[in-house]
């Protein structure tokens, strides 16, 4: 084929086509600056083609780095979920040992028969603390179905129950703190409060009034309790506490007085020998003195009084 441009006007050209094989010249009459806009037309897809295909392969690119980024990202969300799972079973296990150590120190309080209303109040509660929705393995993760899933929602939850439990950790610290404080002083209350027999023998003269025993006539106020014991028989201390008097007492003999603190004194007579000096501090069982029959007495036995404030009261209600 042929192509031959052949001028006609000076506004216009004509493009003649002429087949090889003898077939009827055909001819295009065109405005002289046809060709030119032509031209340009053609410069214009091929610019516009060009563009074309630079930004399909630029989304193509983007598309990957998208579909890399979403795969990240979903591990990510995974990696969270797992976290959030375990976050919510140590909160849970938390609130447990909260709740164990309440109960404990609660049962150490009644063992030492202190009760405190303070440690009602401030009971831990037995909300559960869950962040149900990220531990529920099926919600779908936002990339995979398509649904919207945000774990901001759980973090935040669990944030706030994580705060809740400092909060009541401190509380319980302060309680405890409380507590063990009050223990400590009830511990330290029984622990010198009389609360043994001086001597292990049996009672011969009770609390009270009775016959008198050196006369057999009348009666007297007799202000402790007779252990008649055998001559050299151990006497101990019925509580910790500090010896205030240990020597020679007309009418009480060989004699040893304890402060225990709380307002209580013990008090041992008619001993033998005694075995601890005034200022030593004596623990409850601890050997004092040996029973005998010396000061005012018919024979061998041990006269021990309890004084609350000053004043006797029947020792048998610390035995
Ligand atoms: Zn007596």
């Given at each position: 084929m042929k192509k031959a441009l052949v001028s006609s006007k000076k506004s216009h050209a004509t493009f003649l086509y002429i087949?090889?094989?003898?077939?009827?010249?055909?001819?295009?009459?065109?405005?002289?600056?046809?060709?030119?806009?032509?031209?340009?037309?053609?410069?214009?897809?091929?610019?516009?083609?060009?563009?074309?295909?630079?930004?399909?392969?630029?989304?193509?690119?983007?598309?990957?780095?998208?579909?890399?980024?979403?795969?990240?990202?979903?591990?990510?969300?995974?990696?969270?979920?797992?976290?959030?799972?375990?976050?919510?079973?140590?909160?849970q296990k938390i609130q447990m040992q909260l709740e164990q150590n309440i109960a404990a120190l609660e049962e150490v309080k009644a063992a030492v028969g202190l009760k405190d209303k303070a440690s009602e109040e401030t009971k831990i509660t037995k909300a559960p603390i869950t962040v149900s929705q990220a531990t529920d393995k099926n919600i779908a993760l936002p990339f995979?179905?398509?649904?919207?899933?945000?774990?901001?929602?759980?973090?935040?939850?669990?944030?706030?129950?994580?705060?809740?439990?400092?909060?009541?950790?401190?509380?319980?610290?302060?309680?405890?703190?409380?507590?063990?404080?009050?223990?400590?002083?009830?511990?330290?209350?029984?622990?010198?409060?009389?609360?043994?027999?001086?001597?292990?023998?049996?009672?011969?003269?009770?609390?009270?009034?009775?016959r008198n025993p050196f006369t057999s006539r009348g009666s007297e106020f007799h202000d402790g309790i007779d252990f008649g014991a055998p001559y050299g028989t151990k006497v101990v201390a019925t509580g910790d506490g500090v010896v205030l008097f240990a020597g020679y007492q007309s009418g009480y003999g060989r004699m040893v007085i304890i402060s225990h603190g709380y307002g209580l004194t013990t008090s041992y007579s008619h001993n033998s020998s005694i075995l601890v000096k005034k200022g030593d501090k004596v623990k409850r069982g601890q050997a004092i003195s040996k029973v005998g029959s010396t000061g005012r007495s018919t024979g061998a036995h041990l006269h021990y009084e309890v004084k609350l404030n000053g004043k006797n009261v029947n020792p048998a209600k610390y035995f």
């Open positions: 087949p090889e094989n003898q077939s009827s010249v055909r001819s295009v009459r065109m405005p002289i600056w046809g060709p030119k806009v032509l031209a340009c037309i053609l410069g214009a897809l091929i610019i516009y083609s060009s563009f074309s295909a630079y930004a399909i392969n630029h989304l193509k690119f983007q598309y990957e780095t998208s579909k890399k980024d979403i795969r990240a990202l979903t591990e990510i969300n995974n990696s969270q979920k797992a976290e959030i799972e375990c976050l919510n079973l140590n909160a995979v179905s398509g649904n919207s899933y945000d774990l901001s929602a759980e973090l935040s939850s669990l944030q706030t129950s994580l705060l809740s439990l400092s909060k009541k950790t401190m509380n319980q610290k302060t309680e405890i703190d409380k507590s063990v404080a009050s223990i400590k002083d009830r511990l330290d209350y029984l622990r010198c409060v009389p609360s043994i027999a001086p001597v292990v023998a049996k009672i011969t003269a009770g609390y009270g009034y009775r």
